[in-house]
């Protein structure tokens, strides 16, 4: 009889035990499953560094050095698919025309996101659409200028120490690639719409908006970016 008391405490224990092990190997499971789900779902999924080497290299070669733009850019990915962008950047210009001249430089910058054409998987490689807004403010001189009016005719007239903000949008495409590791390349296509068209009174419109490039109603840019990815 003892014993088979002894036998059925044993077998209590054994099954205790058992069923404490089978309790801890199933939230084991459910922790690594829900771990493996937020991973799968999670919102923050890095941030690039982006250089531009595209538009100085360009406007070098076209303009000789007269016109220099340089910007770079930040972006992050979420949910594997959206790039919320900022990109910052400087610009100058001095260029001479039918005895003419201007001469302006000031800082700009970009807001927008991207969307990944290509949803599934992880890789890094993908074709990107998106917007932006941009916007400039630049300090200007344009000396030489000939002006005509109604009561003086035509003359020439300097004007100095011009200030200027300028707003635009923006459509972009284009793609990025994971070279190695961190380090990944891209370029953008830009479509440009300018918004601020009109002139304050006594104003003179700048020749250049940096930017965007030469004052026009539509623009287009090329960026080809470096980038690394933290």
């Given at each position: 009889m003892q014993v088979w008391r002894l036998l059925r405490k044993k077998i209590c224990v054994f099954t205790c035990m058992n069923r404490w092990w089978l309790i801890l190997l199933l939230c084991g499971l459910s922790l690594c499953a829900s771990a493996r789900e937020y991973a799968d779902t999670a919102i923050y999924q890095g941030l690039s560094v982006k250089l531009d080497i595209a538009m100085p290299i360009l406007e070098s070669v076209r303009f000789a050095g007269k016109v220099q733009s340089y910007e770079a850019a930040v972006n992050v990915r979420l949910a594997k698919r959206f790039y919320p962008t900022i990109e910052m950047?400087?610009?100058?210009?001095?260029?001479?025309?039918?005895?003419?001249?201007?001469?302006g430089n000031g800082g700009f910058g970009r807001v927008g996101v991207d969307m990944a054409m290509i949803k599934k998987g992880e890789s890094e490689n993908n074709m990107l659409v998106g917007v932006r807004l941009g916007?400039?403010?630049?300090?200007?001189?344009?000396?030489n200028v000939l002006v005509h009016g109604e009561y003086w005719g035509e003359r020439v007239q300097d004007f100095c120490d011009q200030k200027r903000f300028d707003c635009w949008g923006e459509i972009v495409a284009g793609c990025?690639?994971?070279?190695?590791?961190?380090?990944?390349?891209?370029?953008?296509?830009?479509?440009?719409?300018?918004?601020?068209?009109?002139?304050?009174?006594?104003?003179?419109?700048p020749y250049y908006v940096p930017g965007l490039g030469f004052r026009n109603d539509f623009n287009w840019g090329l960026n080809y970016y470096l980038a690394y990815k933290f």
């Open positions: 950047g400087y610009a100058l210009a001095d260029r001479s025309a039918d005895g003419g001249a201007y001469k916007g400039a403010y630049q300090g200007y001189d344009m000396t990025q690639v994971q070279v190695y590791k961190g380090f990944q390349m891209g370029w953008y296509v830009r479509m440009k719409l300018l918004f601020t068209r009109n002139a304050k009174d006594g104003e003179v419109m």
